[in-house]
């Protein structure tokens, strides 16, 4: 019985929709292990922020200061994308 070729043609095409597919499913992992990583390096800014201004080590600039209840709100806000943007992207991906 003779068997059947598969063109040539449509096994590149495969060959190439499967690499695509690779290459998507890569640059998801580094998308999201990239906004993982900023979630965790906002947290330890907060906590770092928390400490500076806590009355066990009370830097008195970061007390007293304008800008660091500034710097508090940006980290605050980027935390805050930062968290909307894992939720989008899950919700892109599923």
């Known amino acids: 019985m003779p068997t059947a070729e598969i063109p040539t043609n449509i096994t590149a095409?495969?060959?190439?929709e499967t690499e695509r597919a690779r290459e998507?499913?890569?640059?998801r992992a580094v998308l999201g292990a990239a906004l993982?990583?900023?979630?965790?390096?906002l947290r330890e800014a907060q906590h770092a922020l928390g400490r500076l201004?806590?009355?066990d080590v009370y830097d008195?600039?970061?007390?007293e200061?304008?800008?660091?209840a500034d710097l508090d709100q940006m980290v605050?806000?980027?935390?805050r994308a930062t968290r909307i943007a894992l939720v989008l992207k899950r919700q892109i991906e599923n």
Not at 65 to 68: I, N
């Open 13 to 16: 095409e495969t060959e190439i």
């Open 24 to 27: 998507i499913d890569a640059l």
């Open 36 to 41: 993982t990583d900023a979630q965790t390096a």
């Open 53 to 55: 201004v806590g009355s």
């Open 60 to 63: 008195i600039e970061y007390v």
């Open 65 to 68: 200061g304008m800008t660091a």
């Open 76 to 79: 605050a806000d980027a935390a």
